[in-house]
């Protein structure tokens, strides 16, 4: 598997996820909620054989980098981790990486050096912090 990094106006991630972002089973799974992106999102998305087995989308604002609204195949831990650890390796040394967690994917987000800000009904958000460093911006 590979994992590919587009930004979020790119020709190339509107023809790879267009036909998942606009399932209706896909939607579902995201709580209804429409995936989204702009000039300020980072997209990784996970290949194997030509086919998008996942992505996620990082939003870069003033007060850091936010992971939301991510897809996995299967629901795969394993992806999700390696998705996680790809957006660590691109944002968590300039500034404080966020994610909005679904409740079923907190423990990999732990598991990968996240820890709770706030609880909701469907949704966690999350910080990860590196070297122990508070609230760095992003640029």
Not at 22 to 31: D, L, T, W
Not at 65 to 82: F, K, P, Q, V, W
Not at 93 to 114: E, N, P, W
Request: proline share 4%.
């Amino acid at each position: 598997m590979i994992v590919e990094k587009l930004p979020g106006t790119d020709a190339r991630l509107y023809a790879l996820v267009a036909p998942l972002v606009m399932s209706v089973p896909i939607i579902r799974q995201n709580n209804n909620y429409p995936f989204k992106t702009s000039r300020k999102h980072l997209w990784f998305i996970a290949l194997e054989r030509g086919e998008v087995k996942g992505f996620m989308p990082v939003e870069r604002k003033t007060a850091g980098a936010c992971i939301d609204n991510y897809y996995l195949a299967g629901d795969s831990s394993e992806l999700l981790t390696s998705l996680i650890e790809k957006a660590k390796e691109e944002f968590a040394q300039d500034c404080t990486l966020y994610a909005i967690s679904h409740v079923r994917h907190v423990d990999a987000f732990r598991a990968c050096g996240f820890s709770e800000l706030k609880t909701w009904k469907l949704y966690v958000k999350m910080v990860y912090e590196a070297n122990g460093e508070s609230e760095k911006q992003c640029v």
